[in-house]
T-cell receptor, first 114, second 114 residues
Framework: EAGVAQSPRYKIIEKRQSVAFWCNPI?????LYWYQQILGQGPKLLIQ????????DSQLPKDRFSAERLKGVDSTLKIQPAKLEDSAVYLC????????????FGQGTRLTVV | GDSVTQMEGPVTLSEEAFLTINCTYT??????LFWYVQYPGEGLQLLLK?????DKGSNKGFEATYRKETTSFHLEKGSVQVSDSAVYFC?????????????FGKGTHLIIQP
């Protein structure tokens, strides 16, 4: 079974530029998560989708971050404009449903803002 | 709010040594507790979990017991191998036994020397 796919693996941008990350979850998984992992810290949930609806985006900085999952399958996370403190690994995860099921994580996208 | 505190690393051990990685948590309700592992170059993987007090999670020789009285979920292994070298994350969820709304600790880097 194919795992969670993310691209790109690495991205370097200048501050104030925009960037987008893509995630394709495991086939059939209804729930999709985006996490931000700053160096030396644990992952922090940014947003959670159930199919194409947002379940929790309470920790998403909505002035610069946006995410969508239009057809309830793959998802895009965008940052516009980027700040230096956005440098982190962005992890995507998916699970079959949002309760009592294991989440499977992708390898992440490492973003460096210079 | 919810939080997870785990021992800082790196933790360096010799092969076949006994391992303990401490984890304590703060939560308002009765959370489910997890250990995730991240091997070099790979995504986060669920190692084990426990969903109620006194439950013991186990996998690949690792164990952790949910101790409500001490709000702890320490990870143990009797004899570590070089292949156990990885970063270990303790996490909790107050929304059930699945991946909904995970709160992670900062991670502990484990290095096993032959």
């Amino acid at each position: 079974e194919a795992g969670v796919a993310q691209s790109p693996r690495y991205k370097i941008i200048e501050k104030r530029q925009s960037v987008a990350f893509w995630c394709n979850p495991i086939s059939g998984h209804a729930t999709l998560y985006w996490y931000q992992q700053i160096l030396g810290q644990g992952p922090k949930l940014l947003i959670q989708f159930q199919n194409n609806g947002v379940v929790d985006d309470s920790q998403l900085p909505k002035d610069r971050f946006s995410a969508e999952r239009l057809k309830g399958v793959d998802s895009t996370l965008k940052i516009q404009p980027a700040k230096l403190e956005d440098s982190a690994v962005y992890l995507c995860a998916s699970s079959l449903q949002f309760t009592d099921t294991e989440a499977f994580f992708g390898q992440g996208t490492r973003l460096t803002v210079v | 709010g919810d939080s997870v505190t785990q021992m800082e690393g790196p933790v360096t051990l010799s092969e076949e040594a006994f391992l303990t990685i401490n984890c304590t948590y703060t939560a308002t309700g009765y959370p489910s507790l997890f250990w995730y592992v991240q091997y070099p170059g790979e995504g986060l993987q669920l190692l084990l979990k426990a969903t109620k007090a006194d439950d013991k999670g186990s996998n690949k020789g690792f164990e952790a017991t949910y101790r409500k009285e001490t709000t702890s979920f320490h990870l143990e292994k009797g004899s570590v191998q070089v292949s156990d070298s990885a970063v270990y994350f303790c996490a909790l969820s107050d929304k059930g036994g699945g991946a909904d709304g995970l709160t992670f600790g900062k991670g502990t880097h484990l290095i096993i020397q032959p």
